[in-house]
């Protein structure tokens, strides 16, 4: 991996032993060349992986012995061009080193808001193209001073090669704007953290992006911020200078503080201490908290004893801005003030998001600071050709699988958005172009009409790639055996796969699955009831249609007499019932569909959640917030197990008439809420087993969207490891539709690798 201060780390360990010869970059990675007594040499092995640096990752080895004279002294040679085979390093947090530099008034680096060494700074974001070297970054075009030269040329410096060493005399520059141009002032930083506390919002250019500020513990910024970005009630995530004000807002475990703390910092799911951030995450009980990531800030906050938010320069669903001009126009009816600088983002990232639970830490978006790392695989995908899988539509992110390893790419968004999906292309082009590859196969997802399964098309076109479609739902099971390293071969296990919504290999939607297989070809052992969506992608805005559908399901035409005495009666009673009834019995827009995700809204509309949905997930997001505090004490409700044609499916007639009667007797709906969640668990596990235990399978992996519920999850891993099963949980993509193409990849050389 390249730019990640490992030549310089070797040249220093080779003087200490005394060991002669060279380092030098090339497409594939790391090439030494060595001369020295043997038991030096393997002292020098032994070292290079056990004290390399904190960035670098050693993936393989492979040593020759070489003839030839002995070179006098050791040395670092420039990077050789040849076939592209290196790992692009992610953007990586301010290291306590230079976060100190900047800090300390007699360096020369004082308060300068792009200092970078070897361990910290950007990668991904400014590389055009690899090697990892100066003229292929959008730092070409800042000649270094002579002092940053020196720092540069000089091996024993920590700032040796780092590609986007600057310092204030000959990097990069900050200037604010507002609307009508230049804001005059010594220094933009101060100022804006100053506008902050006044209550004005600010665009700031982040190392992958604009993002928009405002002082979290201001309703009105906040409410403001929402109006003029137009994003409703979804949760905003927030910023702090360090972990203790951190603490003053939320509960912070070790793990978590880890994870803040990490290379990556991520933004990281954490129990909220009471609703003191009103307007932030509304309706749930934690905040997706970070800490500075970059220089700029650090010292933004430096001043602020109170979080800001720091969201995504956007409006509604359209990519981040990158570029200054695009973020004047794009953020003209957003922003107060934009806090510019002139180094350009070559790829725009969002924020990584990860979640610590007692089930182990997952991914809930993979980009900045863990994008585009490389995930190996088992070793038989060595043999596999290469691969460009697409992912969907939502939550799109694609997958390179070359020599063993899997490289997906950062989250890139949504592609209903005309932007996102323009800006998928492009990534999909420039990563081809990047890696300097041309794929063997390209995988799509089954359904047809997905963008991301049309663009695949044209690039199979294109490139003369052989071109498989992988169901959606065996992806996400694939997915998640590939990234625990499961081998073709030994990949036989149960998969419970839980989401919202995928095309089916019947003609129907899938979405609540149990899958028996591996990566080459699975059995649908078992699956929620089909129930009619009425309103087809409408019903997943409109809660409230699901509930309708499955309580006319459960109970048949009479379905409103279960309402009798329960507040949803006098709900429906206003709600235009008769239409969607008459939608279902003429199946109407309504495909049916075995989708745990819209089982889940159906609860939510029950226990309370009114209106549409304002974003992916908010009903579900908030049944599960409901049922928190109550989780430790509440049992399932009553459900039954039956078996068509083969395959396990449950019926929720009992679940249903339990839940209203929960609701007529006016029980608390945090704890109807949590009983639901119990039968969930307790349902699919059950089926789970007794499939396990049929097929004598003693391995089970979880996927789907559904899978970041962590009360799902961690009830699911519990259970099923109590019975004795090894549970395979994600852990390095997520397991939403961001981890698709991981799957897909996997899924479509399976036929390749031998095995079952």
């Excluded at 000959?170 to 010594?186: F, I, Y």
């Excluded at 625990?484 to 939607?509: E, F, H, K, Y």
């Excluded at 549970?727 to 399976?750: E, M, R, T, W, Y």
Aim: charged share 20%.
């Amino acid at each position: 991996m390249h730019g990640v201060g490992f030549r310089p780390f070797v040249w220093r360990l080779a003087r200490a032993l005394a060991v002669t010869g060279s380092v030098r970059n090339d497409g594939s990675g790391v090439i030494v060349e060595a001369w020295g007594p043997n038991p030096v040499l393997d002292d020098f092995l032994g070292r290079l992986k056990s004290e390399a640096p904190p960035l670098a990752r050693i993936d393989a080895e492979a040593w020759t012995e070489i003839e030839g004279p002995i070179p006098e002294g050791f040395s670092i040679l420039p990077s050789d061009q040849g076939p592209i085979l290196a790992e692009v390093a992610p953007d990586v947090a301010t290291c306590s080193e230079c976060l100190a530099d900047v800090l300390n008034p007699r360096d020369r680096r004082y308060r300068y808001a792009f200092t970078n060494c070897t361990n910290c700074g950007p990668r991904l974001s400014i590389i055009r193209g690899i090697p990892y070297d100066r003229p292929l970054t959008s730092m070409a075009g800042f000649a270094m001073c002579a002092a940053c030269q020196a720092d540069y040329d000089d091996p024993d410096n920590r700032r040796f090669h780092a590609q986007p060493i600057a310092c204030p005399t000959c990097g990069p520059k900050l200037w604010l704007e507002n609307r009508q141009g230049l804001v005059p002032c010594d220094d933009p930083i101060t100022e804006v953290a100053r506008r902050l506390k006044a209550g004005e919002i600010a665009a700031i250019k982040g190392i992958g992006g604009f993002q928009l500020a405002c002082d979290a513990t201001s309703p009105e910024a906040v409410a403001e911020l929402r109006r003029r970005k137009l994003r409703g009630a979804k949760p905003l995530a927030l910023m702090a200078r360090d972990l203790a004000v951190i603490r003053r807002y939320c509960a912070v475990s070790d793990q978590e503080v880890d994870a803040l703390c990490s290379p990556a910092a991520p933004i990281v799911i954490l129990e909220a201490r009471g609703d003191t951030l009103e307007g932030v995450a509304p309706g749930l009980v934690r905040l997706g908290v970070m800490l500075p990531n970059t220089p700029l800030h650090h010292l933004l906050l430096a001043g602020m004893d109170r979080p800001i938010v720091l969201t995504s320069g956007n409006v509604s669903s359209a990519p981040q801005a990158t570029g200054n001009d695009a973020a004047r126009t794009k953020l003209a009816a957003v922003a107060d003030g934009w806090l510019m600088h002139d180094r350009e983002i070559v790829t725009r990232l969002d924020d990584s998001v990860v979640r610590i639970d007692p089930a182990g830490p997952s991914i809930l978006r993979r980009a900045r600071g863990l994008a585009p790392d490389s995930i190996a695989l088992a070793t038989a995908f060595a043999r596999a050709p290469t691969v460009l899988a697409m992912g969907g539509d939502l939550k799109a992110a694609f997958c390179l699988l070359r020599d063993g390893h899997a490289t997906p790419s950062p989250h890139v968004g949504d592609l209903d958005d005309a932007d996102v999906f323009a800006d998928y292309r492009r990534q999909v082009s420039r990563f081809l172009r990047l890696y300097g590859l041309a794929p063997a196969v390209v995988a799509i997802d089954l359904h047809s009409d997905y963008l991301s399964a049309r663009w695949g098309r044209v690039v199979a076109s294109e490139t003369g790639a052989r071109l498989v479609s992988v169901q959606h739902h065996h992806a996400h099971f694939a997915a998640c055996l590939a990234e625990n390293g499961v081998p073709p071969g030994d990949d036989r296990c149960v998969g419970i796969i839980l989401d919202g919504a995928g095309a089916g290999l019947d003609g129907t939607i899938w979405g609540g699955e149990i899958l028996l297989g591996g990566y080459r070809d699975v059995v649908r052992r078992s699956h929620f009831p089909a129930v009619p969506l009425p309103g087809g992608d409408r019903a997943a805005r409109e809660p409230w249609r699901n509930t309708v559908a499955h309580l006319a399901a459960a109970f048949g035409p009479e379905w409103r007499k279960q309402l009798h005495s329960t507040e949803l009666a006098a709900r429906f009673a206003d709600a235009p019932v008769r239409l969607i009834e008459d939608m279902i019995a003429k199946r109407v827009n309504s495909p049916l569909s075995s989708s745990a995700g819209r089982l889940f809204d159906a609860a939510a509309a029950a226990v309370g959640f009114r209106g549409s949905v304002l974003y992916e997930g908010q009903a579900a997001m908030e049944l599960e917030a409901l049922a928190d505090p109550y989780m430790a004490d509440a049992g399932p409700y009553p459900f039954e197990i039956s078996r068509f044609d083969g395959r396990y499916v449950p019926l929720w007639a009992a679940m249903w008439r339990a839940l209203l009667s929960d609701l007529r007797s006016s029980a608390e709906p945090g704890l109807i809420a949590a009983r639901f969640h119990r039968t969930i668990v307790a349902s699919v596990a059950e089926m789970a087993l007794r499939i396990a235990e049929e097929a004598s399978a003693r391995r089970v992996a979880l996927s789907g969207g559904v899978m970041q519920n962590r009360h799902v999850r961690e009830g699911l891993a519990k259970t099923l490891r109590r019975h004795g099963l090894e549970v395979l949980l994600h852990k390095a993509v997520p397991s939403n539709d961001g981890g698709l193409s991981l799957g897909q990849a996997a899924v479509a050389v399976s036929g390749n690798l031998g095995g079952r």
